[in-house]
């Protein structure tokens, strides 16, 4: 597995009630997280990382969609 550095926009929610304007403003900014991890599997539609793994199991598995990938970085 290669330990990779992913650079991606977070979906983020709000329950309450608010105006429409203030639902918009959500857009702005974008989250943007940096998660480091190995990476398990890539297709064309999401990759898949873990934090921790040994030879039969994994720890701390994320499914990241790619379209909402900015950068891959190969550690």
Not at 17 to 37: H, N, Q, Y
Not at 45 to 60: A, E, L, R, W
């Amino acid at each position: 597995m290669k330990k990779v550095k992913v650079t991606w926009y977070d979906a983020y929610t709000r329950d309450p009630w608010e105006s429409i304007e203030e639902a918009k403003s959500l857009c702005k900014p974008k989250m943007v997280c940096k998660t480091v991890g190995w990476l398990l599997d890539a297709d064309k539609d999401h990759i898949t990382i873990c934090h921790t793994f040994n030879p039969q199991m994994v720890m701390g598995s994320l499914h990241i969609p790619r379209q909402t990938i900015k950068k891959i970085k190969y550690l």
